[in-house]
């Protein structure tokens, strides 16, 4: 990246960046107090954790715009670990979990995102859609008609406050008015104070107080691997979003570093792993932030409102944040995509609600993305098995039979290429003209063995000629029938 595009990044969007961290700020501090709970941490470890990880990726991060910060999905990794042996263990695994983002940076990891299709990622962005608007649901429950009239008349100010300007990001005019309202009537609804004890002081720096041993690494590895794959999940996701939203790009290689850089130094000031979260994010894009500012600024003012400002913040009342979180997840959910289930490929479709069910009946968002990444895998293998085909034709004299082998050839459609051969065809020649196919794998080589070894023992002459670079170098270091003794080994499998 060049000094002159980081500084467009930086400053290019200034403007609405000031005024957007400070809306995704006052969003962030229920979140990072819930996560913590979810973790069995104080809360202080997810404000901490959310204050440094928007710092640091704002410099060293991938996808400008993008809000890094504690989250539930690296959350509830933690809590058998804080559970069994404690904090410290829990900054030590966060330490190595941000180690090993490092080194997926350094080997180009973040290149398998290429495998996740489209139908996955808008699965993905509308199950969490649904699990931001459930998780708002504990604040609607079992209280008074005021929450409720809070939560529409602040829904009615997000919506409508843009039509008179939007130099003030709407989510911002909604928290003040309604904590300006609670306050002045003294209504009485649940407050942000009530989540748990906010940090009154600045971090400070710690080394994890741990035995530096091999039993310590046995302990946390398990969970740092698991932190370091599901962090790196949700930010590629999340920055793929973002990037949609924006209309532009973003450098997975550079993310996956940054994610890894602010994972490493967090727990130096007591905060625990994070990764993106794409509710913030949708925030800040929302409310105008596009720059690196933006999530610096969030970060900066978290602190500022948490050790400054912190008797104001405690007075925010939760029905103004849960009406901002139900408009985040109004905005992230695809509501085109509801439109398109019939008109787009059935498989498509499938994988599509498939990664919703799975991540919302999970709630674990790397197990509903591997398997909407496999569905997606086994319908296009079964697409392209159905694209392969084998044709027949003889020669004027009957002497030779041409088999003419189209398509991709791989574990697949290597049944089907068995079954089109006639083994009992008397052409005492048989050609196998592989030059419009491809043969891809060890299950592809292996058919073609049995197939050259049957018809030579039904006494034929085989010939298969055609092969491309590629399928011939395959074939001459993994196929049998041209080998001593092949013959006995492949026939009797």
């Not at 404690?86 to 030590?92: D, E, R, T, V």
């Amino acid at each position: 990246m060049n000094i002159k595009q980081y500084r467009t990044e930086w400053f290019g969007n200034w403007r609405p960046d000031l005024l957007s961290g400070l809306v995704v700020a006052l969003a962030l501090i229920p979140e990072a107090i819930a996560f913590s709970i979810i973790a069995g941490v104080d809360p202080k470890v997810g404000l901490y954790a959310s204050f440094s990880i928007a710092v640091i990726t704002a410099f060293v991060g991938g996808r400008p715009g993008m809000i890094s910060a504690a989250t539930a999905a690296t959350a509830v990794l933690m809590v058998t670990l804080v559970r069994d042996h404690g904090l410290q263990y829990l900054f030590a695994a966060s330490l190595l979990a941000g180690l090993l983002q490092i080194v997926a940076g350094w080997l180009n990891l973040s290149r398998f995102m290429n495998f996740v299709s489209r139908s996955v990622i808008t699965g993905f962005v509308n199950a969490l859609a649904i699990l931001i608007f459930l998780a708002q649901l504990p604040e609607l429950t079992n209280v008074t008609w005021v929450t409720y009239a809070m939560v529409a008349g602040g829904l009615g100010i997000i919506y409508l406050f843009p039509r008179l300007t939007t130099v003030i990001p709407s989510p911002l005019v909604c928290i003040a008015v309604l904590t300006g309202l609670a306050m002045a009537l003294g209504l009485d609804v649940r407050t942000v104070g009530e989540m748990g004890e906010l940090p009154s002081t600045l971090p400070v720096f710690l080394l994890p107080d741990i035995p530096l041993n091999l039993e310590t690494l046995q302990i946390i590895l398990p969970y740092s691997v698991a932190i370091a794959l599901v962090g790196l999940l949700e930010s590629l996701m999340t920055a793929a979003v973002i990037d949609d939203m924006t209309d532009t790009t973003s450098s997975r290689r550079q993310e996956t570093y940054g994610q890894g850089i602010a994972n490493t130094l967090t727990p130096l000031i007591g905060g625990m792993a994070g990764c993106a979260m794409i509710g913030q994010s949708v925030i800040n894009v929302s409310s105008g932030g596009r720059g690196r500012l933006s999530t610096f600024l969030a970060g900066v003012y978290l602190l500022i409102l948490l050790v400054v400002l912190g008797d104001l913040v405690r007075a925010i009342p939760m029905p103004a944040l849960v009406a901002v979180m139900i408009m985040v997840s109004i905005n992230t959910f695809s509501w085109r995509s509801l439109l398109t289930l019939r008109t787009y490929p059935r498989s498509s479709s499938f994988v599509m609600v498939a990664t919703v069910i799975t991540v919302v009946g999970t709630h674990n968002l790397a197990i509903g993305v591997l398997f909407g990444v496999l569905l997606s895998g086994v319908f296009f293998a079964w697409k392209i098995s159905q694209l392969f085909s084998v044709t027949k034709t003889h020669s004027d004299n009957d002497q030779v039979t041409t088999y003419t082998v189209a398509g991709q050839l791989f574990f697949a459609s290597a049944q089907a290429f068995n079954r089109s051969f006639d083994f009992n065809d008397p052409a005492p020649q048989v050609d196998i003209d592989v030059t419009h196919a491809h043969i891809w794998d060890i299950s592809s080589v292996e058919a073609l063995d049995k197939v050259v070894l049957k018809l030579r023992h039904a006494g034929k002459v085989v010939n298969v000629r055609g092969l491309n670079a590629a399928s011939e170098t395959i074939v001459d270091k993994l196929a049998l029938h041209d080998k001593p003794g092949a013959m006995d080994q492949v026939l009797e499998h």
